[in-house]
């Protein structure tokens, strides 16, 4: 069984892709969509040795070696142009993800929708699809095991829509979907950050003042007002 978090994911790939799962760890994803009959065939791509080895280990396993394709290389690299029509990049942080997406562009012709689990800084991740022609078209917000994730998906599209009539700082750090949708796991979410903003703040208040502490002030000042009007 897979995690409410993977199963999340695995809920939003399209019935009959070919998907490519990037960071694919024990390729628990793969696995999982491709016996359930949702996708005819995957790549899970990894960097690590390691988890590359656990995810030939699992595939063997499950009998899935003519329907997964285990590949060792950095992010995209690992797929062809045009082999596949879904990508999955799940467990890493925002920052990696749009890294991985920007490296790899020359590959997204073809790719028809982007199923992204940032563990934090999913901010990052909706710059990048704003900057690159991808239009939200789903956000979800789960907790398990005391963690909260976010699930963004998204295609080809208008990249500003999603975000109309809201203030555009604030949906990219909140997401559109998730800021009006205001779930209780959101809530929760920032009010935890909010009082860590705030925590922070008094002790820049209580440290020695310079440029660094007074931008990182102003920048704290400024999420939390967000927060609040959020
Ligand atoms: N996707 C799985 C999940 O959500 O449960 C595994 C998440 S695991 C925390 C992150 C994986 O991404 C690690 O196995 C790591 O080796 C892999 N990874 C990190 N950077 C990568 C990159 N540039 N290309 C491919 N894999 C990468």
Redesign the pocket.
Known sequence: KL?D??EA?ANNIPQGARLA??????A??PCHVVRKGIVPMAIA????Q??FQSAIDQVKEEKLTDKISVRK???LE?IEPGEVDCI?????GGT?IS??LEKGKSKLEGVSRLVL?P?VGSFAVRRWLIDNGWELIKEEILEEDRKIYEILVAEKGEPLKPYQQMNLDSGILFGPFLLKEQSAVFQDKWNAEKRNWERILKQLDEAVQNDDTESKRQELKAKLKMAEEA
């Open positions: 995690s978090r993977l994911v799962d990037i960071g694919s760890d024990h628990y994803l791509g990894e960097v690590a390691g988890p290389g950095d992010g690992v999955t990049i799940a467990g890493m990696l890294t991985i689990q563990n």
